[in-house]
């Protein structure tokens, strides 16, 4: 082989592996993933995005989402998460694949209420019809867009308020407490605080911390850590989410305070089951997540037939004790 020859063989090998590198950049989370067409066979095409596939509320969201679809037989779900509860961009990257793919719509869990409704609007002049579950898109946002987006998931307020019901009862009037926020930048974060200082609130307690962990669980070990240190007197915990449970029931413990800062939590995922029997968490809330999606593809599928939903089709929610966790 001639120099040239060597040149031009090493040039296509390049070539080559870049474009194996892009291809599998381009693959996306969850089931479903790649680049499929809209189906030829007349049913509609839905995409469902989600949040995080890390956290166990979306996984279930996700095997009722495509059981629902299963059970139907009437359209083509392709489902899809992100790789944490932030990742604005990558929901962003889930909606323009939905588009590029000409979907006739798209339920989406919004990980940010504000920053996805721009790539909504494309969505939306692109023919798909939108639906909003788990997580309320912002209504100013949306008038601005010139959108009227359905929403479909539940009273996040009043579920935490229920959970923190549940906790003010447990340590009576002027037991301290902190809360552990969702992402700042999500509409369900907001409601869960509101619904927690509610709670405080009617029954007497007092929030000497309140601080976001972005859902996270990692992020909620730390957040907790700091705040165990700087208030050694604080007596319980109301978490805006069962991943960042499972982050302040290790903070508790390697405090060495195992057992006697109990937590009111929300989600209700299979993981904190173990410590609602133990009673490191008194409660939690079950929003259904299978039942939302299921909810949410439904309404999809009125909006592709031209039919028209209700504003805010509200799911229910359910407070979980120790007495249901078996």
């Not at 209504?139 to 229920?162: H, I, K, T, Y």
């Not at 619904?195 to 992020?219: I, M, N, P, R, Y």
């Not at 929300?266 to 410590?275: H, L, R, T």
Request: proline fraction near 3%; glycine fraction near 12%; include cysteine.
């Amino acid at each position: 082989m001639n120099r040239k020859q060597l040149s031009l063989a090493t040039a296509t090998t390049a070539t080559l592996l870049l474009a194996t590198a892009l291809t599998g950049c381009g693959q996306e989370g969850g089931a479903g993933g790649g680049t499929a067409a809209k189906p030829k066979d007349g049913r509609p095409a839905v995409c469902l995005v989600m949040k995080s596939l890390g956290n166990e509320f979306f996984q279930t969201m996700q095997k009722g989402a495509e059981a629902h679809a299963k059970k139907l037989g009437t359209l083509e779900l392709k489902s899809s998460g992100i790789q944490n509860e932030t990742d604005i961009d990558g929901q962003v990257a889930a909606i323009n694949r939905c588009i590029t793919e000409q979907a006739d719509a798209l339920v989406l869990a919004p990980a940010d209420s504000r920053a996805l409704v721009a790539p909504l609007g494309r969505a939306a002049k692109a023919g798909l019809r939108l639906v909003n579950i788990d997580v309320k898109l912002d209504d100013g946002a949306l008038r601005s867009a010139g959108l009227e987006v359905p929403f479909v998931g539940p009273d996040n307020a009043e579920g935490a308020r229920l959970s923190g019901d549940v906790l003010a009862k447990k340590l009576g009037k002027g037991g301290k407490v902190v809360v552990l926020e969702g992402n700042p930048g999500a509409a369900n974060a907001a409601q869960r605080k509101e619904g927690f200082q509610k709670a405080a609130a009617d029954g007497g307690l007092k929030v000497v911390e309140s601080k976001t962990a972005h859902w996270e669980t990692d992020e909620a070990y730390t957040v907790l850590s700091n705040m165990l240190t700087a208030h050694p007197d604080i007596q319980g915990v109301l978490s805006s989410n069962d991943s960042m449970t499972l982050g302040a029931v290790k903070a508790i413990g390697a405090a060495g305070k195992k057992g006697r800062i109990p937590i009111a939590s929300f989600d209700n995922i299979e993981a904190v089951k173990p410590y609602l029997k133990d009673g490191s968490v008194v409660a939690t809330v079950d929003q259904f997540a299978a039942k939302q999606a299921a909810d949410g593809i439904d309404v999809a599928l009125k909006l592709v037939k031209g039919e028209k939903s209700e504003a805010w089709v509200k799911t229910d929610v359910k407070v979980v004790t120790a007495a249901d966790a078996g």
